[in-house]
């Protein structure tokens, strides 16, 4: 049996940002679609690295200090380490880090920007398209990492006296009544008896 170890999904995995990216390029909003997709591309790289690092969302209460260091990082370099974890690829890094500078465009040069250009509206829908494209890749692959940690510990519940299987539920043995409950947590290959 699994224990519950999968993250909780945090409210931005929760929304349909394919749905919310479609809605606004249907009614002309390129750069609200582009500016959305993206961000909800940028707010999963950043949740996987926390998970990467420190094995769990609740950084800040664990390991404040470093995490306070690593809030410092660009977004460069938190792509590049995606790359050396082996979470993403070279392509996805330099795909990533081309929706990057057009989102630094869209925001530092809005008030200039012609969004009536067909050039401009052209690249906002190719890029909105792209980060949808993007969010739909790590999505998945996070999940995948998700679930493979998960999988590495899987605890087993058993009845300290007869050794008769037990659920997580029961505090006594059904076979001899003893309350003696022990689990045993397979850390991969490690065996651990509680
Ligand atoms: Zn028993």
């Keep these: 049996m699994g224990m519950p170890l999968k993250y909780n999904p945090q409210p931005f995995k929760q929304i349909d940002y394919k749905k919310e ?28 690295f926390w998970m990467q690092v ?17 809030e410092k990082l660009s977004l460069k370099s938190i792509v590049s380490l995606h790359v050396a974890f082996g979470n993403i ?15 630094n465009q869209v925001v530092h040069e809005l008030v200039k920007l012609d969004l009536e250009n067909k050039k401009v509206k052209k690249k906002l829908i190719g890029a909105s398209k792209k ?14 990492f998700l679930d ?17 299987p037990m659920s997580s539920e029961e505090s006594t043995c059904k076979t001899c009544n003893s309350k003696n409950k022990k689990h045993v947590i397979n ?3 490690k065996k651990i008896v509680i």
């Design 54 to 70: 420190f094995k769990t969302g609740k950084r800040k209460e664990i390991h404040k200090k470093a995490s306070e260091h690593l």
């Design 187 to 189: 850390l991969k290959d």
């Design 131 to 144: 980060a949808v494209e993007l969010c739909d890749e790590v999505a998945m692959k996070y999940r995948k």
């Design 148 to 164: 493979e940690r998960a999988q590495e510990i899987i605890v087993k519940y058993f009845c300290g006296d007869c050794e008769g």
């Design 89 to 103: 690829t070279k392509k996805n890094y330099t795909e990533i880090l081309d929706l990057s500078k057009i989102r």
């Design 21 to 48: 990216v479609e809605k606004e390029l249907d009614e002309g909003r390129n750069w609200t679609a582009f500016l959305y997709g993206y961000t909800v591309l940028e707010a999963y790289l950043w949740d996987w």
